[in-house]
């Protein structure tokens, strides 16, 4: 038998109940709008699918026991997964997908930001070969169709692998210190530059590399300012790479520009994401700061992914360029609770539409059996309807049990003999049973089309 | 990085996309009518949540590896980590939830069944003290609900653990080969009265009591019959328990006939349920077999609950009753996929709303611009919209694209120029191409609008 202390959910894992797991309702909308397919894949896969996928992180990947059998670890995010799953697929030559899952990193969990060890990601990836820059540009689109739906302020952050890469080049850092002069640069974002300066001569860049990296990286601004900014330096301009991501960002400024998005956005030569597998286009999207919900100052990325078109050929059976997102949805949760807490108290409100009740005197049985039937009734034709499991209910509990219900079905005796229910609008809790309007008197037969046209006339009242 | 042999899902574990996943709304629709909260809790749960809870199957439980920390596992079920959150949440008093999730068991895979290592569960449980039967009966009514949304004919067997004990008892079995007893008919569904006769006889009953065992246990039929059967038997009348269980049997027959679902259940004395739980109510939903659909042979049952009022109580806080179902998905999906499969090959059909195209002439840029600006305005307003992400893509590629799409929006620089778009109601694939149907100019600024009148006269058109 469990003792009391251990009667907890693993560290860094929580239960969700309620309210915030419709939330999830609105990010499908928008994907679902967009052609998205939805791919549901093990919790856990081979572990030699995972191997070589992560780099430095692979240290946090959880595995299970060996129990005889397979070596199988919990997945860590779900772009692999997919990535393995079009590698199977061959036939599948393009593809929207999106899946909503959960993925597992051994981390330091930090709940109050939202930074757990089994946390939702809600991923969105276009896979295929298309003209260039396209399927980028509809990712950025949904991102911020999703945020516009959730009414949360964001920046997109944008770069390109290529331009971070061609400038390294350029400052004249070594090849072999590229990756590890991008993920000390990454950094920007929550430390000052003398520190990441720092770590770029720890790392064993001189100075002058390192002020040259400083120059180029900390720069950033609306995507025609720094396109424009770009094109006038001829040093960079000599970089082959460079020029190719360049190419790459003045198309996608047309898009965005045609899409409507591109106030969105903000152009960030310092964004390099940590993950190995990005080879074009990257992006993080960062909540705009709002004093109203301290939470968005905590909170920080909330989505990000990047253009990805290597992965797919590393299980060696062909190649796929891909593109996606993943939006952070426990994060995305945090903020929009701290919002809604302040509404509304319980993440268990009642969402019935119909209270079923039973009234009568000294003699009265409580009706049990005539109000399933009613409950039946209102269930076959699709209304969400409750009534009291007791057998003789007093009318103070159904009132009291009603809270939150916009319509009650009451049943008597004497109304059922002549072959009548009433139907009444309630307006919150015990105070209904102080209220002298007794509801409107309609024949039994009558009864599923009379709740629909009250229930109908409730909602256009509070529209 | 993996070799090509490795690349598949881990044994007994399979990847889900498209319409599948969509199936499980039809659950989820019957089961927020009644009231259902939605609850998500972690995939692993502490060791110690799960142990002591489910006997002799606890050896298929898959452990987490040891890397420093909490022992974990997966988990074997919903049921237990309800209870768990329920032991936690002293709060909630009673309370109506549901929760679709992936649950975990190292058993031999039988994939054509539905038998698989990671599979779905969809479970709705009602917890909190409430008049006996009451939401007995609710949950029975749930599952009439779903099988009739899904057009699967089903029966209901239903038996009671207080009757199936007091039958043992009155036979003869001693107290401590109850729980054995009752395992070994379980499997009178698969198994003929020989072969479990020969089991009881091997665990050491005596002949005349596996026997009298054997009579007692054969017999099922409608609520009615068996009700009246039993009552009739007066060495059964004798025990307490049997007697109690008798009484619960009674009250459901009425509760059921309010309903008007009583033709769907079978009381059925050989229902035993492996899991030690159960203290009341059980039950077991079968498949009718459907010589149309060979699955309903192979399947058997595909959903099963039962009451447990002492599961909460063992993690030492506080007793409260429940009563529950789990509808296994994956075999329903297995049912549905087989008649499904009939009517469309793929799994991956095309869900948008509208396609827009582009055409013109020698001079012709794709217009592409444009077409991402239509697209932008119609998922902005909530349509699902797509577009070839081709500069200049040529018109049976877009035509072929189209398949299954209702509606195309046609732009061309000379109707764009004097503010115009056409409209045009899709036939299906490149029949469309030879069309002499050039669809409707409407102006620019009228687009949405027609747009949705035309899909709204499509849906009509189809129903």
């Not at 996928?53 to 026991?65: D, Q, W």
Request: net charge negative; glycine share 8%.
């Amino acid at each position: 038998m469990a003792s009391k202390g251990s009667l907890k959910t693993p560290k860094g894992t929580r239960d969700w109940v309620g309210g915030d797991l419709h939330l999830r309702d609105h990010i499908f909308t928008v994907l679902e709008r967009h052609g998205g397919v939805p791919l549901d894949t093990p919790v856990f896969e081979l572990r030699s699918v995972l191997s070589e996928k992560y780099g430095e992180e692979s240290r946090l990947i959880y595995n299970l026991e060996d129990q005889g059998g397979e070596a199988c670890s919990l997945r860590y995010d779900l772009t692999v997964p997919f990535a393995r799953w079009l590698s199977m697929r061959s036939d599948v030559q393009h593809i929207k997908r999106y899946q909503i899952a959960k993925v597992y990193r051994r981390d330091q969990p930090a709940i109050s930001r939202g930074r757990l060890r089994e946390f939702y990601q809600c991923d969105f990836d276009i896979a295929g070969v298309f003209d260039p820059m396209i399927p980028d540009a509809e990712i950025l689109c949904i991102i911020a169709e999703v945020f516009e739906a959730f009414q949360i302020g964001v920046t997109v952050k944008l770069n390109h692998r290529k331009i971070l890469d061609g400038m390294f080049e350029v400052a004249g850092v070594p090849k072999d210190k590229i990756r590890t002069t991008s993920s000390a640069v990454d950094k920007l974002d929550k430390a000052p530059w003398d520190e990441v300066r720092k770590e770029l001569l720890d790392k064993g860049l001189s100075e002058e590399v390192a002020d040259r990296v400083g120059t180029y990286v900390r720069r950033s601004g609306s995507m025609r300012e720094m396109l424009d900014n770009l094109r006038l330096d001829s040093e960079l301009g000599a970089n082959k790479f460079l020029m190719e991501g360049l190419a790459d960002m003045e198309l996608l400024a047309s898009y965005l520009e045609a899409m409507n998005v591109v106030d969105k956005v903000s152009f960030d030569l310092s964004l390099a994401r940590g993950l190995d597998y990005y080879t074009g286009l990257i992006y993080e999207v960062v909540v705009l700061p709002d004093p109203a919900n301290p939470a968005t100052l905590q909170v920080g990325s909330i989505a990000a992914g990047g253009r990805y078109d290597e992965l797919v050929g590393m299980y060696g059976r062909r190649p796929l360029p891909c593109v996606g997102i993943s939006f952070g949805v426990d994060r995305i949760f945090t903020l929009l609770d701290a919002r809604r807490k302040k509404k509304s108290g319980s993440d268990l409100t009642n969402q019935a539409e119909v209270y079923i009740m039973a009234f009568g005197g000294k003699e009265f049985d409580g009706l049990l059996l005539e109000r399933m039937r009613v409950a039946r009734q209102l269930w076959a034709a699709g209304i969400r309807a409750e009534f009291a499991a007791k057998v003789k209910p007093k009318p103070l509990q159904q009132f009291n049990a009603s809270e939150g219900v916009p319509v009650a079905v009451m049943l008597g005796q004497e109304e059922l003999d002549a072959g009548q229910v009433r139907v009444k609008q309630l307006h919150g809790g015990d105070k209904n049973a102080a209220s002298k309007d007794k509801g409107q008197l309609v024949p039994r037969e009558n009864l599923v089309e009379e709740v629909r046209k009250l229930l109908a006339s409730i909602q256009l009242e509070q529209e």
